[in-house]
C-alpha cells in the first residue's frame, strides 16, 4: 500500500485532526448539534423501548385469558377450574385492574387484586423476602409494591397507600406489607399488588352483582411450544358462553395495549429519524464549506502527486471524526439525561434505560452521517483539476 | 530546432485551448522549443499570453490538446492521470506565487509532504528536511507554522518543499509575485543558486523583468506564440 507505512498514516491522521480544528468555532458548532441530535435520538429510541418493554420481558409460558369483547368485561371466578383442567397448563392465578388515584391523577401507577395465593408463583422475577410474602399473605388489607415505586414516593414497609377508586368506587387503603425486585433489569417494579379476596368481599357488600369476576387470568404452560394450540382449547372451552374468552401469549397481550398507542409510537421514531437527517443536513453544509474552502490544498496536494484516494481520506477522515465526537459526547450524556427523565416522570415509563441497542444506533447513525456528509464533498476534492483548483480562492 | 538529443524537455507543436461560454479560445499554437538540462527559463509575456498554461503543461497538471511534450524522454501527455501523479511526485518541484503551504503543517512538515510518497524511513526524511531547511537558511524555523512566518519566509519553505525530492525540474509560477523587492531578490537569488550549484533546471514564469534577469534566456510568449530573447 502506497501510504501504509506506520509513519506516514500518523501524517494522514495528524492532517485530519488538525484540520478538524480548523475553525474551531464552526466544529465547535457542528458538534454541539451532533452532541443535541444524538442525545434526542438516544433518549426518542429509549421512550420507544419502554413502551415496548412490557413485551419485551413477557414470559413465553405464560398466556393471559380475558374476554373476547374487550379487557373491560370481566370474566367469572368459576372458569379458573376449568382452565387449569386443560392438559399443558400447570398453574394458574387471576388479577383485576384497580386503577385507583393516588392523591392526583398524575401520580400514576399500575395496581392489581391479585390472587394473593397463587399470583406470584408465576412471577418468580419478582423478589419478594419470604417473611415480607408471609406478612402480605396474611394481612387482607395489606399490598406488594416494587422498589421504583417504593423509591419514587417513598414508601417503606408499614405504610400505609390511600387510593381513590375509579372502576371500584370508594377510598381504599392498603397497608405496605412487602416490597419486591427485580430479577432482571427489565422487571417492572412501579406496580402495586392487593388481595383480590379483600377486593371481591367488598364488592359483594356494596354491588353483588360485580363480585365474582376478574379481569384476566395468568396460566402457566410447561411448554411454550404448545401456546399456540393451549391458547384454542382454552378458548373453545368457553365458546358460545356468555363470557367468551380469548387467550394470547403475554407478549402479544402487552403488545396489544401498544398496539392501541401505536401512533404515538410511530410519530417518536419519525421524529428521532427526523431529527438524524436535520444533522446530516448541517454536516453536509459543514463539510461543504470546508471542502469549498480548500479546493487550492487539494489542488497542491494533488500537483504534488497525492492521488484521489488521500484527498478523499482526508475529507471522510475529518467528517467521521467530527461526527463520533459529537456521538461520544450525545452517548456519554443520554445516560444521566435519561436517568433524569426517568425521575421526571416517575412510574409512567416501569422500565426505562439506555439499551445497548439504543447506544449502537446512536453510533451508527453518527457513523452514517459522518460518512454521508463527505460524499459530496470528498467527490468535488477527488476530481478537481489541479490547474482550476491553483487559481481558486478559498 | 535546439539540440534535441540532449534536452530535457522536448516540446513539438504543442497547442492547447480552453472552452469559455461555448468559445473555443486558443492559447497556445504549435509552440515547439526544448530545454537543456541545467537550463534556467524565465517565460514572459502579457496577462492571457500562455505563459502559465504552458508551464502547466510541462510540470504534468493540464494536458495538452496536439502535440508531443517529453520530458526526459516521456510523453507525458499520454500518461494516464494516477501515472502522471507518480511521475509528478518524483519528477517536479512547484513553486507558486502564493507558496500553497498546508497551513496545518509546520515548516518542517510542509517540506516532508513529498518524502512521504517515497520509500524513505523517517530517518532519512528528517535528515533530508533538515538539510533543505538549513539550505533556505530556515533551520530556527522548522516548527512555525506557515502563518508565523513572512511571505519571503514561507516562499523559502515552498523552495524546500520544491527540490526536497531532488526532481528533474523545477517550475515556478510568478515565484516574487506576492513579495517586497528585498525577498524576492532572496528567493531569486536562491533560484540562482539551486540552478548553479545543484545543476536545477528552472522554468520560471514572470511578469517582472527584473526577475526574468536572474534567468540565462527568456522566452517571450505573445497570442500564443514563442520567440527567444537570450540572456548570457
Known amino acids: ?394 | 530546432m535546439e539540440n534535441a538529443s540532449k534536452s530535457i524537455v522536448e516540446i513539438r507543436q504543442l497547442t492547447k485551448s480552453y472552452r469559455r461560454g461555448g468559445q473555443v479560445v486558443p492559447v497556445l499554437t504549435n509552440i515547439s522549443f526544448d530545454i537543456m538540462p541545467g537550463d534556467f527559463i524565465a517565460l514572459m509575456g502579457p496577462s492571457g499570453s500562455g505563459k502559465s498554461t504552458l508551464l502547466n503543461l510541462i510540470a504534468g497538471i493540464d494536458k495538452p490538446d496536439g502535440g508531443s511534450l517529453k520530458v526526459n524522454g516521456i510523453d507525458i501527455a499520454a500518461l494516464p492521470e494516477a501515472e502522471l501523479a507518480d511521475w509528478r511526485a518524483a519528477n517536479v518541484g512547484f513553486i507558486f506565487q502564493f507558496y500553497n503551504l498546508m497551513p496545518v503543517l509546520t515548516a518542517f512538515e510542509n517540506v516532508e509532504l513529498p518524502l512521504l510518497l517515497t520509500t524513505l524511513s523517517r530517518d532519512q526524511r528528517q535528515e533530508r528536511v533538515e538539510l533543505a531547511l538549513s539550505m533556505v537558511g530556515l533551520t530556527d524555523r522548522m516548527t512555525h507554522y506557515p502563518s508565523e512566518l513572512s511571505g519571503g519566509q514561507q516562499q523559502r519553505v515552498a523552495i524546500a518543499r520544491a527540490f526536497i525530492t531532488d526532481p528533474l525540474i523545477l517550475v515556478a509560477d510568478e515565484p516574487t509575485g506576492d513579495l517586497d523587492r528585498a525577498s524576492a531578490d532572496d528567493i531569486l537569488a536562491m533560484l540562482v543558486r539551486l540552478n548553479s550549484e545543484m545543476g536545477k533546471t528552472i522554468i520560471m514564469v514572470t511578469h517582472d523583468p527584473h526577475a526574468a534577469k536572474s534567468a540565462h534566456s527568456i522566452r517571450h510568449l505573445e497570442k500564443g506564440e514563442l520567440d527567444v530573447m537570450p540572456q548570457r
Request: proline share 3%; charged share 15%.
Open chain 1, 1 to 394: 500500500m502506497r501510504y501504509g507505512a506506520i509513519a506516514v498514516q500518523m501524517h494522514f491522521l495528524k492532517l485530519i485532526s488538525r484540520n478538524s480544528l480548523r475553525h474551531k468555532l464552526r466544529t465547535g458548532l457542528t458538534v454541539l448539534g451532533l452532541v443535541v441530535a444524538i442525545l434526542a435520538f438516544g433518549l426518542l429510541r429509549t421512550v420507544v423501548d419502554a413502551w415496548y418493554a412490557g413485551a419485551e420481558n413477557a414470559s413465553s409460558t405464560r398466556l393471559v385469558t380475558r374476554s373476547s369483547i374487550s379487557l373491560v368485561f370481566p370474566l367469572p371466578i368459576n372458569y379458573q377450574e376449568r382452565i387449569r383442567k386443560i392438559p399443558g397448563v400447570s398453574a394458574i392465578s387471576h388479577a383485576n385492574w384497580f386503577g385507583g388515584v393516588y392523591i392526583t391523577e398524575k401520580n400514576f401507577f399500575p395496581q392489581f387484586a391479585v390472587d394473593e395465593k397463587t399470583y406470584f408463583d408465576l412471577y418468580p422475577e419478582y423478589l419478594i423476602p419470604p417473611s415480607e410474602m408471609k406478612a402480605f399473605r396474611t394481612d387482607r388489607k395489606g399490598c406488594v409494591i416494587g422498589r421504583k415505586l417504593a423509591e419514587t414516593y417513598g414508601f417503606k414497609v408499614g405504610d400505609t397507600i390511600p387510593l381513590r377508586g375509579t372502576i371500584y368506587p370508594g377510598a381504599w387503603a392498603f397497608t405496605v406489607r412487602a416490597i419486591y425486585d427485580g430479577a432482571e433489569a427489565g422487571t417492572d417494579t412501579s406496580q402495586l399488588f392487593f388481595h383480590w379476596s379483600y377486593l371481591n368481599e367488598t364488592l359483594r357488600k356494596a354491588v353483588a352483582r360485580r363480585s365474582d369476576y376478574v379481569g384476566v387470568y395468568v396460566i402457566q404452560i410447561s411448554d411454550a411450544d404448545r401456546a399456540a394450540e393451549i391458547s384454542t382449547e382454552i378458548d373453545a372451552l368457553f365458546g358460545n358462553s356468555l363470557a367468551e374468552t380469548l387467550t394470547e401469549t403475554e407478549k402479544a397481550f402487552q403488545l396489544g395495549f401498544v398496539a392501541m398507542t401505536e401512533a404515538i409510537v410511530v410519530a417518536i421514531r419519525i421524529v428521532s429519524f427526523v431529527v438524524i437527517f436535520i444533522i446530516l443536513a448541517v454536516m453536509a453544509n459543514t463539510m461543504a464549506m470546508t471542502a469549498r474552502e480548500r479546493i487550492s490544498e487539494y489542488a497542491t496536494l494533488k500537483a504534488l502527486g497525492f492521488g484521489p484516494r488521500f484527498l478523499a481520506g482526508l475529507i471522510y477522515g475529518e467528517s467521521l471524526s467530527i461526527a463520533l465526537a459529537g456521538a461520544v459526547i450525545g452517548i456519554l450524556l443520554t445516560f444521566p439525561v435519561a436517568h433524569a427523565f426517568s425521575k421526571q416522570v416517575g412510574t409512567l415509563f416501569p422500565v426505562f434505560g439506555v439499551s445497548l441497542e439504543t447506544v449502537f444506533m446512536q453510533v451508527s447513525a453518527a457513523i452514517a452521517v459522518g460518512f454521508i456528509a463527505a460524499v459530496m464533498p470528498a467527490l468535488r476534492a477527488s476530481q478537481v483539476s489541479i490547474v482550476e483548483g491553483l487559481r481558486h480562492i478559498g
